[in-house]
């Protein structure tokens, strides 16, 4: 019997930690594109981007942020390039889509719903900053990540002729419903890839019964035409990963998630969080999809159809 493959995700570096919390947070061009190939070697079939200005590490939704290291991904690792459309929160719509429009990857992520967004709780912990801009940002409390039916549809649209799937972000049981409008409405189309998402302030919790409550959503909402897939924030990072493992699911790491790699232990770069991942799987009888069985999977266009 062939053992069932399952997908990893890595987040290289984000938006929500600043350059101050961890030597480890990738910012300029060429540590980006290092760590989405680090990742990739170490088994991520996938590797989830979002560029920093690299002087100071503050988010750049620019597509020419972008450009350096997707063509230094393309050139030295075959992963599959999800980039994202999330951006920051404090970032318009039309700012958010325009690295996915422009670059046509195989996969862009997009955010389901809005929501509360707090980062202030990172407070607590990190106190030093190299930039007065990231105390600035985790210490706003007023931040609402918009994501309205409208925002949705912008993104939906404008990316529609690029063949790009998109893995659908959800962080909370409503925004799989918004989710399902796409679907009934034959805007979207399966294989659905659905990312939930965990231990976020502002969206549903870490708690096993928060996970179990979204895949059972999942499934009476879209049956056997979705793949699912689990990010944890923080600390809930690889407790969530082996959850989705052992229920039939696939998993996000990296370094936008979450810096840690054990309790109180700073992950040194993205591929040690992919090996943990992957030591994970494997100790449960299942296999790493490479990057090729995670595009027959998830039914994506192929790397020679990208516009970078």
Same mark, same amino acid.
């Given at each position: 019997?062939?053992?069932? +493959?399952? /997908? %990893? ?6 938006? =929500? ?6 030597? !480890?947070?990738?910012? *300029? ?111 706003? +409390?007023? /931040? %609402? ?6 925002? =949705? ?6 990316? !529609?002729?690029?063949? *790009? ?114 030591? %994970? ?28």
């Amino acid at each position: 019997m062939a053992k069932r +493959k399952v /997908i %990893i995700t890595c987040a290289v570096t984000g938006a =929500i930690h600043t350059p101050s919390m961890s030597p !480890a947070l990738p910012v *300029t061009a060429e540590q980006i594109a290092d760590a989405a190939i680090g990742a990739a070697e170490a088994g991520a079939a996938i590797v989830h981007l979002h560029a920093r200005n690299p002087v100071d590490g503050r988010p750049d939704q620019t597509p020419e942020g972008f450009s350096p290291f997707l063509q230094v991904i393309k050139q030295r690792s075959d992963c599959v390039v999800n980039i994202t459309t999330g951006g920051a929160p404090t970032m318009t719509i039309e700012e958010r889509v325009r690295p996915a429009a422009t670059h046509k990857p195989e996969v862009a992520s997009l955010n389901m719903g809005s929501m509360n967004f707090g980062l202030f709780g990172m407070l607590n912990r990190f106190k030093d900053f190299k930039h007065q801009w990231e105390k600035d940002y985790l210490s706003d +409390k007023g /931040i %609402i990540f918009r994501n309205s039916f409208a925002d =949705i549809e912008y993104i939906l649209t404008t990316c !529609a002729e690029n063949g *790009t799937r998109f893995e659908f972000e959800c962080y909370d049981t409503s925004h799989l419903y918004n989710l399902k409008y796409f679907y009934d409405q034959g805007i979207v189309k399966g294989p659905l890839f659905v990312q939930t998402v965990f231990g976020l302030q502002g969206g549903i919790g870490a708690h096993p019964e928060d996970v179990l409550h979204m895949k059972r959503t999942a499934d009476r909402l879209f049956g056997d035409n979705y793949r699912w897939s689990v990010l944890g924030a923080g600390r809930n990072q690889l407790p969530i990963a082996a959850m989705s493992a052992a229920m039939g699911g696939n998993i996000r790491v990296g370094l936008e998630d979450s810096l840690w790699a054990g309790p109180g232990k700073f992950a040194e770069s993205n591929a040690q969080q992919v090996t943990l991942a992957r030591q %994970i799987i494997e100790g449960l009888g299942l296999e790493v999809a490479t990057p090729d069985e995670a595009r027959e999977i998830l039914e994506l266009k192929g790397a020679d159809k990208v516009g970078f």
